[in-house]
């Protein structure tokens, strides 16, 4: 019987025996429901509404009213939660535009731009829009007008649509609209995913709408179709596969390889999607399908039980805790960064309404996508597949627009995930039973600032998690406000490392953890306490975005330092990732470190032997500092650390044995730009050894990076 499982390292090993189709690790976490609500016995069943017959609204009806009864505030807005709400809707009975009132309750629109051409909200055309039946009279899209007919079919009155409800060539107030597009989404009634199409310009659904059927499935030969499915003019077809559906929907569709439908769907708390021919309904605690036979409904305390905190139901379709999860964060840029977007230019715009709820719970925000808070780990982000670097066709390479090399934003593609999660080591993670020992430390050796332009001001980055680390770490007393201790600190000091070979779980009796007051889920513990942010009512200012980061840091340059490739990947399954590369001292030959480049392993010629000279690379390349940081060998790293994968490091004493701690420091090779003023732009990052580092280096390195 075929089966679905999800890796340990993220939530506790489980298999169905259920459905056909293996369900992404990543996915697991954005989609916590489809493990239970999207597993049906597939009994070898595809059918499709086929021919005229509509849309069953009366259906959709019932789903929003059992949703309505039965789930509470857990999946649509509760009357307190106003933030950041749309300027206008649009009325669907008058066909206008009108003011939106804190007291109106819409429905929102998900869909693809595409190419089409249609009337959309300006300074020129708003007053035009404003006038009863204008709409009517100048039709938008074939979408957006199904999207209304559906709204005054489920007897709703507005609809909100972004072309059509935010002033495009307003500059101030879209970009305040932007920063509120995922509460806006959160906020609304009910979402509509228009994923049937590419285009505006093509229907919702084709099948329409207030058609139902009407009788149970007859499967005989007469009341067939020409494929052998049940007709659909009279009869009602069985269960469908919704896993089939569901999958579909989120790898298939054009909408869903979008960049501005990632937020959109995340930020919805409950979504009525249109695809393949078929509706299907989805919120925080069910999904269901318009072939199903049955409906199973959830009550509020069943709908808690799903989700990690109740703390969390009156925030988006994110289930965003109440403290900074750096893990969901990462795993959103992971998805988002492989959305397409036609204009390179919006990437952050697409990304803002997120970023705007995250900043809600992550002190400092976010600085062109990167969290203030763990900034200089947050830096240390790296490619899984090589990446491209953003450009505007057409436009110039230094278009301000385009987020800068630094930020991961700044390059479309595939970034490593564990790495990126790995910036954050302040959450115990239970496997199963008791926690691991954090396995690496990053240590802010650098104050860096950002300004918009290159001489322009310039502002301190605050990393507040590095300071609470290093102010509270081992406390039981003058914790900050909520926080409380556990343990011994004299047997376990939160981050620091102790020799327990591979990855060895320790008692919890025997370490320091901590929690606080405002999280309702007892059991989430942590390393050491962090910055938790009180919840505000009024709506988030845009995240910064500047394009310059300053630095007065250590440097290794005009040494000789060359980039040698190894083709380690050669033979596996995942040859295609970015090469493994060793930094070494051209003139001595001595191997100084490791740093992962933006190409593939499988476009290097050469040896599968890794004992082999490799491929020099580059030559001289220069390398700066970062931070500093520490590991001890676990094996569930080496994806991270392939210094233990290549012999010579450890025969040459390049790295410690694997029961001793590798110290290293964190760096960056950049590369100035050409009449750039001295301004250079991110090549890749790496680590070299920390007594490499002391004995080549040089400090007082003044650095602008774009």
Sequence with gaps: MPYITFSENFYPHRTLQKGRLVIKPELRLLYPYHI????????????????????????????????????????????????????FLIDVKRKCLVRAERYHDYLALSYVWGEASCVSLSSDTKDRLSIEGSLERGKPAKTIWQAMELVALLGQTYLWVDRLCIVQDDGPTKKTQIASMANIYANSYLTIVAAESDDVSKPLCPRGFGKTWSTQPTTSGNDSDHDGRPSPTTTSPRSCVMHDLSFDLVTS????????????????RRKLIFHRNTVTWECHCEAWNEMEDHQSIATTRQCQA????????????????????????????????????????????????????????????????????????????QPYFPMQRREEQG???????????????????????????????????????????????????????????????????????????????????DLPPGWHAMGSSTNYMPCRHRRRGRGRSINSDLVQYFWHDSIDDAAQRFWYPVPIRRPSSSPPDPSPRPRFLHGNTRVIAGMGVQIVMFNLQQGKEDHRRCADAFLRIGQTGKWIGYIRLNQSADSMPGSTEPETDGLVFEENCTLIELSRGSTTYDERLLDRYAEYLYPEMARE????P????????????????????????????????????VRLSRGDFDVSIC
């Design 36 to 87: 239970e609500k999207l597993i049906y016995p597939d009994d070898d069943q595809d059918e499709h509404p086929r021919g005229n017959v509509g849309v069953n609204v009366d259906k959709i009806k019932e789903w929003l009213k059992q949703c309505d009864n039965m789930h509470g505030y857990h999946c649509c807005r509760s009357p307190g939660d106003h933030t950041g709400g749309p300027s």
């Design 653 to 656: 004493k390049v790295i410690p």
């Design 253 to 268: 569709s054009t909408w869903s390889t979008r960049g501005w439908t990632f937020q959109e769907y995340h930020s919805s």
């Design 658 to 693: 694997m029961d001793q701690v590798y110290e290293f420091v964190n760096v960056m090779w950049i590369e100035t730009l050409p009449d750039g003023g001295g301004v250079a732009t991110r090549k890749a990052v790496g680590r070299v050894t920390k007594a490499a580092w």
């Design 395 to 477: 436009s110039q390479t230094d278009d301000p627009r385009i987020p800068p090399t630094w930020s991961y934003f700044g390059h479309y593609g595939s970034i490593h995930s564990e790495d990126l999660v790995a910036a954050s080591n302040w959450t115990i993670h239970e496997s199963p039973d008791m926690p691991r020992l954090p396995a690496t430390h990053t240590i802010s050796t650098v104050e860096w600032s950002r300004s918009v332009s290159r001489d322009g001001p310039r502002i301190p980055i605050v990393v507040s998690a590095a300071g609470y680390r290093e102010k509270y770490q081992g406390r039981h007393e």
């Design 306 to 381: 799903i989700h990690r905190s109740p703390s969390s139901m009156n925030s988006t379709g994110l289930n965003l805790s109440s403290w900074p999860d750096f893990h969901l964060f990462a795993r959103l840029v992971c998805h988002f960064n492989v959305r397409h977007l036609t204009y390179q230019s919006d990437t952050l715009d697409a990304i803002e309404g997120l970023l705007s709820v995250f900043s809600t719970v992550f002190e400092g925000g976010f600085i062109s996508g990167l969290p203030q808070m763990i900034f200089d780990a947050a830096l240390l982000w």
